[in-house]
Structure formats: C-alpha cells, structure tokens
C-alpha cells in the first residue's frame, strides 16, 4: 500500500492522549451511576436485563472480531457501551430471551455489518431497539411501576419467559399488587393517551411514586457534565438537541397550550436525555464538522417533538437519532469549514480531509485494528 | 461434472441451482419480498410463476420462426399477459382467500423480468422442448427461493409452517417478520449464506489447483 | 467450464451488433401477421380460461360472500343481494347482474331457516393506518343496531392494527352499536364515531382499542359512511324485506 508521508491537517495540531478505548472506558464509567440506579428503581429484573443485554452483544462481538470480518477488540468497550445503553432503553420487565435478540441484532446488523468500530452508520444500540421494537411491539410498550416492593428479591414475571414464548401478562400480576394496570405507563403515554402530564420534579428526579421511568434525568445530565468536561464527548451535540427540542416544543405549547404539553415535559420525560446526551453523540456516527453538530442535533429535536406529537407512537427519540444519523454524511459535506486564508468565494472544490475536531479521534491515532480483507482473487485459478 | 449427464438434465438444474433467479440472479424481487409472509403464499406464487413461464416459453419458441425481430418484445409480452391472466382465473377458481392474500402480485407477473428475460435470451433461440425445460427449471428454483423465504418468515412471524402450528399456543411472534423490512432481513440472511458457500467451494477450487 | 450456458451469452452480441449488422428489414405484412396471429392465439386462450373457470369464480365468490354475511348475522342460513337506488326504493340484484349504478349501496339481506328476515349485512371501507380498511356489519332491524362485525380485507400492522378481529372489548362495541335515524329518516340520529379507549358515553359511540386508535376511528368511519347512505333508504322499505321472496 502507498502510505501518504505526510499527512496534512487543520489546526489544532495537538497530540492527545486519548485513544478510543480510554473514551469508551470513560464512558462505561459514566453509564454505572446510571445502571446503579435503573437497578434501584426496578430491582433485579433490571440487573437482570442488563447483564443478559451486554453479554449478548459482547458474544456477538467477539464472534465477527474473531472471524475476521469486523475490525476492532473486544477489549475497547464499545460493546460493553452498546449494551449498557440497549438495556436502559429497554422495559426492565422486557423478557430476557427479546433482550438477547435485541443485543445480536445491535452488533450484527448495527456494528459488524458494516464493518466494525468506526464504521457503522447507525447508532447499534438503537438498531437493536429498533428491531425489537418491530418485532414485540406489545412488549417493548409494557412498563412496570418503578421503586415495587420486593423488586430486589422478585423478577418482574415478564422477565423470565422461555425463548420464543410470549411473556407472562404483567397487569395481572400487578393486580395481585393492588395496583392499577395503568400504573405501568410511561408518562409520555399516558400524555398521549390519556392527556395526564407529571409533575416537573417527578419527572426529573423519577424518585416519587410508582412512575415507569427510565434513570432520572438529572442523574443522566451530571454524568453527560462529567464526559464533556474531560472532553470525552462534544458538548454541541446534547446542547443543541435539548435546544432545538425546548424550542419546537415551546413554540407549539404558545401556539395553543390545550393541546401540546408544555416544553419542561417534552425535555424530561422519555429517553429525550439519554438519547441527546448517550446515544445522538456516537462519534462514528455524528457529524464531526462544529456547524455540522449544530445542525445534526437540532435536527433530532425537532424531529423527536414532531414524531412524539404527530404519529402513532409516544416516543420518538430512537428514530430521531436514527434518521439524523443517516443524514449526517450529508451535514457533513455541506457543513464544510473554509480552510484557513481562502475567501468565502473561493470555495475548495473537492472535499478536503475532515477538520479534526477536539473530541473527535481518528481511527489512525486509536491503533484500530483495520478490518482483515479476505477477498478472493477475482477469477480462480484454471 | 461429468459432460456425459445428458444435456436436458443440465438445462433443467441451470436454473434451479447456478443459475437461480432469486439467490444468484436477485431477479423478480419484487415478488420475492411481497407475497413470502407464509410458506403457502410462496408455493402458490411460484407455482403461478412457473407454469407461466413453461407456458409462455413454449410458445414463444413455437413462434420464434416467425416472429419478425422488430415486434419480439411486443409478441412476448402479449403472450406472458395472456398466460398470467389465465392464471389470475385459475387461481380465482381454487381460493379466493389465496387470491386475496397474493393480491396484485399475481397480475404483476407480467413484469417480471424473469420471464421477459426467458423468453428474449433462451426461448426465442431455441426449439420449444429445450425452451421448456429450461423455464421449468427457472421456475423451479423461483419457487425453491420463494419458499425459502416463506418458511423463515412464517415460522419466526406466526410460529407455524403450512399453517401447523410448531411452537404451541404461548409462541411469540416476530411481528417485524411479515412486515416488508422482515422479507429484507431474510433475504439478506439467505444471501449471505449462499455466498459464504460459494466463496468456501471457491476457495476449495482454488486452494486445490495450486497444490496440483 | 460448461458450454451450456452460451446460449444466454449469446444475447449481448446479438443485441449489440444488431444495428450495424447487415440484416434486413422484415416487411411490415409479416409483422402484421404475426402479431395478428399472436393476437388470436391469445385471445382464444384467455376466452377458454374465462369460460373454463366461470362457475367455480362464481361459485367461490358467492359461498365467500356469504360466510362474511353468515358470520356478522349468526342465524342467518341464506342470504339475498339488494341495491339501495340513489332516489330511494331498492332493488333486488339477480345473478349475473354485477354491474351497480353509481351513488346506489349494495346491501344483503340475511334469512333464517324459517325464511324469516334475520338481519340486514353491509360493507363499508375507511382509511386505516396502512390501506383502506374494509369491513362487513350485521344490522339488527328490531334494536336498530349493528349485531356484528367481520373484517373482509385490511392491511393494518399485525399485533396492533389487527387487534380489531381479535380484541374482546372492542368487540364488544359492535353488540348494540345504535344505527337509529332522525325522525324524517334523512340521517342517523347520532353518528357513528370511535372516541378514545375508556371515554365511551353513547349506544353509538365506539371505544377505541389503546394503541390503534387509527385503525378502530376507520372501522367507525367506515360504518358510519355505509350507515349514512343505506340506512334512510332501506328502513322505508323494511317491509318487502321481511320474508323470503
């Protein structure tokens, strides 16, 4: 191979010490406070899912890695991030066997697929949910009540359904609890269906009552701090999504408050903040360009609000995120910034190479491991 | 392979398996993804594709002879429409239910360029017997990738084959398998598996000629 | 490798050097003939597999018919075609008759064993979540209301649009579902409209499925619809329907 001698680049030539597997360690490291917490609020079942959704992935992981068709290690986290994240957006009473399928389908189709770390287009983990979503929609839409009694000592009975078996009807075993079935909405569906909004503080501590929540949001806010201050994530990304989304949101809510709730619910209820601060700043999958990050996240937002308001479904994070990612090459291209001492007129004709943006780490300086290219010679052998 | 296997029998099996329209020549796709949500649908439409095809082969090769090279697609096409609408009544005739459930894939069979294709590139150059044979094989291996798809579908989307449920009544259904995005997700699985079979023959074939 | 397959390789040259190839122009009186011969070749066939298949079409299409008939009206044993005209009066449709004048409804009258009026079916279509969603309802003559309803085709998403056929509550809407008309029989008293689950306050009103709001609102439209138009017509002339002709 004819390697460039030189490799020329825009500022800022500055040598970091960050590979991918120190962010991705950092990231994991982030995500525990999270988990710990998703574990309090619901219990074992929670623990459970967790534990089966990252070992699956690891599994699949491991399995393309050591075939030979996927780049990267086991040992660089992402994974394990992959995993961590699917779980947390999952029901914590989703059947073990769904979550499984859910965590192959994320390195297979999402990660492997294409190629490996640093190829995929789409954000793994939410293809996996994505897949599942399709699949089990009446499963994916079944939440329990957090903070039960008894949760550490009692799965949630939808948990442990055989592979391939509908899982057990989680409103009659709340029924034997004195609870009502409806107790296991999301408030987003029950905005939705019902036209119930939660409390603020409820919703950004997710400690009162019974409420089916993911991690509170504010939990999920200070990790998000942590990761941009060590510069392990661009902080555009979240800031422009929550922006974008409080500003659709609120410009509806002026427009007429009956009908659309206002912005303070749209930010904190359903997995808006996990997705603007865990899943939208996926840097392979996220525009590296500054301008292109502003775009990309305010394209989120906007579409979170109009899919959780105009269509069939209560939460629209996931395919938000999805749709943006795919249009992120083109942000990308159009988001070019001007080298450098050249006029706004005078415009680069061909694509120059990317800016390197601070937090952005090339596949070059993490040592990835290049994907092994077995092909065959195109005609055999006579 | 042996040259001496007679020659209808290699005409006959060149398109079930090396030349397979679904897995080797992704042809008549549109079908394939459409109608395979249940191994019946998908037995029922290439069996619907395959008689088409010998029918209309046959006669295009019957009038190859006289058929001037300026109106040939307009001759072949008249003909795959006469035969796809006698299938249309035909099917009407034993279920409506099947009829309903193939929809307007079964009028469609006239666009599929897997029988254009026939017609222009074999049938028109050959006498009707080799013609025949050789759509039959094509339809055959239609109906072979048709059904592949079919079982994967309808075992994982309702958890039964040929309507026999496999799995008892507490089975969960991939919902995401009778919908257009599962006949993707299947057809990819079976064309990967596929190639990864040719590309180890391959490489056997390779490997081998070398040390020889 | 094999020389069999030549004979799909030998299209591309053909194809390609067909143009500056010396081969002559057919004559346009061969083309004529041929397609002309083609033409007639097909058009027989066409005729015979029309003809050969007639009465099993018909056969399937009426015992089709009447097992959706049969399934919303339960003691139904024999059924009759009708058409409400656009004017008012109906009309009895014999077989063969297919073709129905514009703005008229189609409608079956269902019999018991005793030859008795059982029930009136009909169809209706409205916009669902993916395809028009069609459906078939049973009308009782003595509550005025709809007894039942059967789905004749949809394609709503499966586990969640086709809850309509399974989902006991729901359901349970189309037992009484109340059709009454004005007192001068030009509309329905009340229209037929699915509200959201768990709001349902009329005999007319449907109580949506949590979930597939889309696909139960278009059973109720569709209902509604068909209503609207037969229902002034047909209850003047409940009468004639009352036995068996």
């Not at chain 3, 349970?172 to 009454?180: H, W, Y």
Request: proline share 6%; net charge positive; with cysteine.
């Amino acid at each position: 191979m004819n390697q460039p001698l030189i490799e020329i680049r825009s500022a800022p030539h500055v040598q970091a010490a960050k590979t991918v597997e120190t962010i991705m360690r950092h990231v994991v490291y982030s995500l525990l406070p999270i988990c710990a917490f998703y574990v309090f609020q619901y219990g074992i079942s929670a623990l459970a899912s967790i534990v089966v959704v990252t070992a699956a992935c690891l599994l699949t992981e491991r399995f393309f890695v050591r075939t030979g068709t996927q780049a990267g290690r086991l040992s660089d986290y992402s994974a394990v991030i992959t995993g961590l994240l699917l779980a947390l957006t999952l029901p914590p009473g989703f059947s073990l066997w769904m979550g499984a399928v859910a965590g192959i389908v994320a390195i297979a189709l999402g990660k492997a697929l294409f190629g490996g770390i640093g190829f995929n287009v789409f954000n793994p983990a939410l293809v996996g949910r994505a897949f599942v979503q399709a699949a089990f929609p009446t499963a994916i839409a079944t939440y329990t009540p957090s903070f039960l009694a008894g949760r550490f000592t009692e799965f949630i009975p939808s948990s442990l359904a055989w592979p391939l078996m509908i899982p057990a009807d989680t409103a009659a075993w709340l029924k034997a609890k004195n609870l009502d079935a409806l107790a296991g909405a999301t408030p987003l569906a029950k905005w939705k269906f019902d036209g119930v909004i939660a409390n603020a503080d409820e919703l950004l501590t997710s400690l009162s009552g019974h409420m089916a929540v993911g991690p509170a949001p504010a939990l999920i806010l200070i990790c998000g701090l942590y990761l941009a201050a060590r510069r392990f994530m661009d902080w555009r990304i979240p800031l422009a999504i929550l922006g974008s989304a409080a500003l659709t949101a609120w410009l509806l809510f002026a427009f007429d408050p009956v009908r659309y709730p206002n912005p303070f619910f749209m930010l904190f209820s359903g997995g808006l903040i996990l997705g603007a601060v865990y899943m939208a700043t996926d840097m392979a999958t996220s525009p590296v360009t500054p301008k292109g990050m502003w775009v990309y996240g305010a394209l989120i937002g906007l579409l979170t609000v109009v899919i959780r308001y105009y269509s069939g479904l209560p939460e629209g994070v996931m395919y938000a995120i999805l749709i943006a990612n795919a249009a992120s090459p083109l942000i990308e291209k159009i988001t070019q910034p001007v080298p450098f001492g050249r006029g706004a007129l005078d415009r680069a004709r061909k694509r120059a190479t990317y800016p390197l943006n601070p937090g952005y780490i090339s596949r070059e300086e993490a040592s990835a491991v290049t994907p092994k290219k077995r092909f065959l010679p195109k005609k055999p052998k006579k | 392979m042996s040259a001496a296997a007679p020659q209808t029998w290699d005409e006959f099996m060149e398109g079930v398996w090396k030349q397979n329209p679904t897995f080797v020549m992704i042809l008549g796709m549109c079908p394939t993804l459409a109608v395979t949500v249940s191994a019946v649908n998908a037995i029922s439409m290439g069996l619907a594709t395959l008689l088409v095809l010998i029918a209309s082969c046959g006669l295009v090769s019957m009038m190859r002879k006289v058929t001037p090279k300026e109106v040939r697609i307009a001759v072949y096409i008249v003909i795959i429409a006469t035969f796809v609408t006698a299938v249309d009544y035909a099917i009407q005739a034993i279920s409506l239910a099947l009829y309903d459930a193939l929809g307007a894939f079964i009028q469609l069979i006239v666009v599929n360029c897997i029988i254009l294709g026939r017609a222009e590139a074999h049938a028109a150059k050959n006498p009707p017997m080799p013609a025949m044979i050789n759509a039959a094989g094509m339809g055959v291996g239609f109906t072979i990738g048709l059904l592949a798809l079919g079982v994967v579908r309808e075992i994982l989307g309702a958890g039964t084959l040929f309507g026999i449920t496999l799995f008892g009544a507490g089975f969960q259904p991939w919902v995401i398998m009778v919908l257009p995005p599962g006949g993707f997700f299947v057809l990819g699985g079976w064309l990967l598996l596929f190639s990864w079979m040719a590309r180890r023959k391959q490489r056997a074939l390779t490997v081998g000629s070398d040390h020889a | 490798m094999r020389d069999q397959p030549s004979s799909d390789k030998k299209v591309i040259p053909i194809a390609v050097a067909a143009p500056d190839a010396a081969v002559p122009e057919s004559p346009t009186a061969a083309m004529i003939r041929t397609l002309g011969l083609v033409s007639a070749i097909c058009g027989l066939i066409i005729v015979g597999a029309y003809q050969g298949t007639y009465d099993a079409v018909a056969a399937n299409k009426r015992i089709a018919t009447e097992r959706a008939v049969f399934k919303v009206i339960p003691t139904a044993k024999s059924i009759a075609e009708f058409i409400a005209q656009p004017g008012g009066g109906i009309t009895k449709v014999g077989a063969g008759d297919t073709a129905i004048p514009p703005g008229a409804v189609k409608f079956f009258a269902a019999y018991d064993d005793a030859g008795k009026l059982a029930g009136i079916a009909a169809e209706g279509g409205a916009k669902g979540y993916a395809d028009t969603v069609r459906i078939m309802f049973g009308y009782a003559p003595e509550c005025q209301c709809v007894v039942g309803i059967g789905v004749v085709s949809m394609r709503e998403t499966p586990g969640i649009g086709d809850k309509i056929i399974t989902d006991k509550d729901f359901l349970a809407n189309f037992t009484a579902l109340d059709l009454k008309l004005k007192a001068d029989l030009s509309a329905l008293a009340n229209e037929v409209k699915a509200v959201k689950h768990g709001s349902k306050t009329g005999a007319w009103q449907i109580d949506a499925i949590a979930g597939a709001t889309i696909t139960s609102r278009a059973v109720g439209k569709a209902i509604n619809d068909s209503a609207q138009a037969l229902m002034p017509r047909l209850v003047p002339n409940l009468d004639k329907l009352r036995s068996k002709s």
